[in-house]
Every structure is written in C-alpha cells, then in structure tokens.
C-alpha cells in the first residue's frame, strides 16, 4: 500500500483548477497500472495523469489499449557541475534574487511567456484553454511565496526592468533541478535565457550538489540548444497520458 501512494494520489490543485477530480501516477509500470486503475475507480477519478519512463514501452503501449492518450513527451538534460560555466555579462543582464513585491511581475512573465504552451494540459482538448494557462502562471505564484514549490527564485533585470525568471529546488543532497524559467516575449533571443541557466547552474554549485537537472517539451529545441551550449547533455525522456473515465 505503502508503494502504491508513491506511485498514484488525488491531486488536489488540478482538481480546484478544472472541477474534476484528478489523480497522478508517476513512474508507470505495465505491472503496476491494474492498482493504479482500481485506485483511480475506487476513488471516483474522472482524469489520471500518467507518467511512464519513455523505456517502458509495454506500460505504454498498456496504457493505449486501456483508453489513455498520450499528451506529451518530457526530455530531461542533467549537467555534471564539475565542468565550468559560461560566463555572462551582468551589465547586460542583472540576475538577482526575487524581492516580495515582486511576485505580480513574475506572475505577468509567465501568463506572457505561457500562453498557449503546448504542455500535456493544452493537448488534452476536453480541458479549458485558459485553465491551461493558468496553471503556469499559478505555479510561478506558488514558487514566490512557497518554499515547498521553490527553494529559490531569481530574476533577471535589464535597465531596470524584471525581463525573465527562474525556480531552482533541491532534489537530493547531490542534485539541483531548474524547475520554471521564462523570458518576456519582448526580450526573448537577446541572450537573457542563457544568463539564467548560467545563473541556475552557479546557484546549484553553491548548494554543493555536483549535478543539476532540467526538462522541457521535447519539440522544444531552442532551449535544448542553449541547454547544450551550457554543457548539458540529455538524461531520460517521459511520456505523459491522460486517461478520462467518463
């Protein structure tokens, strides 16, 4: 039983966001997903978000026959944090902790930033676009005022104005995760990206971890390409499926 709460539970934020109950399984298995089903019907689920190892081709394939959709697929890149970082220039770009009156500026960056991303909750069409939209913008909230959500949160400054930010937390003593970063549509491609990625990884070598993590869509190449640039290599790759029963 024990196992079986590590592997699937009720999500409480997406049922408030979308009026559904919502459960999420992670690490799937073929072996494990009878138990996940009986939970989710146990507990009266209308929508299972479901994570598998892009490995475990049987679980996914499993999942197809049992009614799930597939709604994207998450590439993980892990940088080993012995090697140096690029240098940026911080009179171009100022990258800083993020101040308490600051939380409604990253807020705005990531409504700008998001809209429209096609994540697993945009490919899903029986979920409400704007609601989609809103759990970025949500999670940056949450990122600002809760250390649950983010151990750090830095943002990037250019004349004196917030142009971009990024969530950092701690996933094991050896291992750091960027979590959320985004850029204002209006200074994207002028390098402020790459100066937060390169801020991300000094963050984590302070911590003394000797690795650090980040994951994005995997149609998402622009920032596989700085991710690159920045000594990053790819690590594991994740499908995402949602299964509604009803």
């Known amino acids: 039983m024990e196992e079986m ?5 009720l999500s409480a934020i997406d049922e408030e966001r979308f009026g559904v109950r919502t459960a999420r399984a992670t690490a799937v298995t073929k072996h494990a997903l009878p138990l996940i089903l009986d939970f989710c019907l146990r507990e009266k689920v209308a929508l299972l978000i479901a994570r598998c190892d892009a490995g475990e081709l049987d679980a996914a394939q499993t999942m197809e026959t049992e009614g799930f959709l597939l709604m994207d697929t998450q590439i993980y890149y892990r940088r080993n944090l012995g090697k140096e970082s690029l240098f940026y220039d911080p009179a171009q770009v100022k990258i800083r902790h993020v ?4 939380t409604g ?8 930033s998001f ?5 697993h909750y945009h490919a899903d069409a029986r979920l409400d676009k704007k609601k989609c939209d809103e ?3 949500s999670w940056a909230e949450r990122s600002c005022l809760s250390r649950e959500a983010a151990e750090e949160v830095l943002v990037a400054e250019k004349n004196g ?14 291992e750091g995760e960027g979590v959320l970063f985004a850029v204002s549509p209006r200074a994207q491609k002028t ?4 100066c937060l990625i390169a801020a991300g990884i000094d963050w984590c070598r302070m911590k ?8 994005t869509q995997i149609t998402n190449f622009a920032v596989q390409k700085v991710w690159i640039r920045q000594g990053f290599e790819p690590f594991k790759a994740l499908y995402t499926f949602h299964k509604w029963f009803n």
Do not use: C, H, W
């Not at 917030?162 to 950092?168: K, R």
């Not at 003394?208 to 993590?213: D, E, I, K, T």
């Open 191 to 194: 390098g402020v990206y790459g």
């Open 5 to 9: 709460e590590e592997i699937v539970g």
């Open 161 to 174: 104005d917030l142009v971009g930010f990024a969530t950092l937390r701690m996933n094991s003593p050896s």
């Open 105 to 112: 500026k990253v807020m705005e960056i990531a409504a700008q």
């Open 135 to 137: 759990t970025y913008v």
């Open 99 to 102: 101040l308490p009156g600051e």
């Open 115 to 119: 809209k429209g991303y096609m994540g």
């Open 208 to 215: 003394g971890v000797s690795s650090m993590l980040v994951s």
